[in-house]
């Protein structure tokens, strides 16, 4: 390549240089490639972004300060900072130094508060320097107290890994937030009510840790998926969803208050011990819905585990009149193989839009009407494509098993254009 006389990485011109440059993120390549000559050193003001690793420093850097050092210069060279994103040791008392310098720029923080060495009360009020966030990640911080960070009008995104929360805390912390549209927080260990009161809010993931009980009161207009896991209570209000997940893996979900789920796709319904009348309750506010997940192992409202009540196939399916993919598992199958089960089936009855159905079988027991029900399902599925069905963890020495899986095979036989076996 020739350009004004020029030849190799020299013709390229300063513009095109600065934004292939411009994908760098990483400190170490970056630092790499500002070494290579003047005309990219000068390019380093332009980068759009900052990323520092867990192992951007070894640790007698960063134990004797030279990590904070760094960390600071690179900010500092960096005009037009967009994002910062910081993994790796560093010391909290450094951070509004840096916060402050790319205020007018920066629009994405994330920050591993795990590695701070230094963290203490009111470590988070520092974040308030960068009033301008769109979107703010942290991991490893501590909401037992509210934040003063001032009000975050820009924020659109805030995620929150592996924190104890408090919910006086937590509800201050997100009332100072009150546009964003996305919230997260994942892997963090809280009790009491988590209150969430966002108007403009339209994705939400709440992952609360351990088996106590800590109830959801979610207000959210715009709201359109929302997965929420370790919540025993749940209150939805003014909503438009279209994705719900909830799940419980430990301890038992007891009450859930969705309201009408007129525009819902797609409903997950897991944990090891769901009260039937909130199951009965989802269900039957979800009565539009078009993909179905159900993965629940016990019911009863006691600290007992009890199996499932009979479900009749043709009330259910007629509740369900829109749905076109179901996966169900284990015990839910199992109620839906009862002996009385099947007692409305007749001529007349179909199952209008079901397309596919994952179905897991987990012991031989009432093998009979199993296959009952499966084969009622294939025949009353007009539009059916696909059946999978997934042995999972029965019991090879029950006397049944060997026959009962001989009878499965024999009917994926029969419908071999539509049934597989996993």
């Known amino acids: 390549m020739e350009w004004g006389g020029e030849t190799g990485m020299n013709a390229v011109p300063d513009g095109v240089v600065q ?34 690793p867990r192992n951007a420093f070894d640790a007698a850097a960063a134990a004797r300060g030279a990590a904070d050092d760094a960390i600071g210069r690179m900010v500092a060279s960096v005009a037009r900072l967009r994002e910062l994103v910081i993994y790796c040791p560093f010391s909290m008392a450094r951070l509004p130094d840096w916060l402050g310098a790319r205020s007018a ?177 989802v269900l039957q506010c979800a009565s539009e819905v078009k993909h179905l997940v159900m993965k629940i192992e016990f019911c009863g409202d006691l600290d007992a585990l009890q199996p499932f009540p009979e479900v009749d196939l043709v009330d259910f399916f007629n509740s369900q009149p829109k749905l076109r993919r179901f996966e169900i598992h284990g015990a839910m199958f199992a109620a839906m193989c009862q002996k009385n089960s099947l007692k409305n089936l007749d001529s007349r009855f179909i199952i209008p839009c079901l397309e596919e159905v994952l179905i897991t079988v987990r012991s031989p027991l009432n093998a009979e009407q199993k296959l009952n029900t499966l084969e009622s399902l294939v025949k009353y599925s007009v539009k059916l494509r696909r059946m999978v069905i997934r042995i999972s963890q029965m019991k090879n020495c029950h006397e049944a098993a060997d026959d009962f899986f001989e009878e499965i095979c024999k009917f994926k036989y029969m419908n071999y254009k539509k049934v597989r076996i996993e």
């Open 19 to 52: 934004h292939i440059l411009s994908m760098l993120s990483n400190v170490r390549d970056v630092a790499a490639c500002a070494c290579v000559c003047r005309r990219w050193r000068d390019c380093v003001p332009y980068l759009p972004a900052l990323f520092f």
């Open 105 to 281: 720029t920066l629009r994405v923080l994330e920050l591993r508060m795990d590695a701070a060495a230094d963290k203490a009360d009111g470590h988070l009020d520092c974040i308030g320097l960068a009033a301008n966030l769109e979107e703010l990640r942290l991991w490893g911080v501590s909401l037992t107290a509210a934040p003063a960070w001032g009000r975050m009008e820009r924020l659109r995104m805030l995620e929150v890994v592996g924190a104890p929360l408090r919910d006086s805390a937590v509800r201050d912390a997100i009332a100072a937030c009150p546009n964003l549209t996305d919230l997260s927080m994942l892997g963090c260990d809280c009790s009491g009510t988590v209150a969430v009161d966002l108007h403009l809010l339209e994705r939400c993931r709440l992952d609360i840790l351990g088996a106590g009980n800590c109830s959801l009161l979610l207000t959210a207009p715009r709201l359109e998926s929302l997965e929420v896991q370790g919540f025993t209570w749940i209150t939805l209000r003014g909503h438009s969803l279209r994705r719900l997940s909830i799940a419980k893996s430990t301890g038992r979900v007891h009450k859930v208050d969705t309201g009408r789920l007129p525009d819902l796709d797609h409903l997950s319904l897991r944990g090891v011990q769901w009260n039937w009348a909130a199951v009965s309750s």
